[in-house]
Nanobody, 116 residues
Framework: QVQLVESGGGLVQAGGSLRLSCAASGSIFIINAMRWSRQSPGKQRELVATIFSGGNTYYADSVKGRFTISRDNAKNTVYLQMNSLKPEDTAVYYC??????????WGQGTQVTVSS
């Protein structure tokens, strides 16, 4: 059983910052990738950022230069530092991990609301 627990969401004014955390626990042997996605009402879930086991990262164009993904391998935790937030960043943010067998595990989501 693998569990992902997200934290750090909330309400912030435009231009502000938030830091999301996602801690994984359970029977995890090897994590290949850790990701953050988001979904706002009426829209499809969007991949925001990925960090691979070797440290390479990927960002959606909409967040490049504003968001930073990082991970603490010892703690099986992934972070998303979000700066210069915009109202369009409002969404439920989900973390997920991909293990060495390409199995995906998802967190429950955390709400981020950016007011204008």
């Amino acid at each position: 059983q693998v569990q992902l627990v997200e934290s750090g969401g909330g309400l912030v004014q435009a231009g502000g910052s938030l830091r999301l955390s996602c801690a994984a626990s359970g029977s995890i042997f090897i994590i290949n990738a850790m990701r953050w996605s988001r979904q706002s009402p009426g829209k499809q879930r969007e991949l925001v950022a990925t960090i691979f086991s070797g440290g390479n990262t990927y960002y959606a164009d909409s967040v490049k230069g504003r968001f930073t993904i990082s991970r603490d391998n010892a703690k099986n935790t992934v972070y998303l530092q979000m700066n210069s937030l915009k109202p369009e960043d409002t969404a439920v943010y989900y973390c997920n991990i991909v293990d060495h067998r390409d199995r995906n595990y998802w967190g429950q989501g955390t709400q981020v609301t950016v007011s204008s």
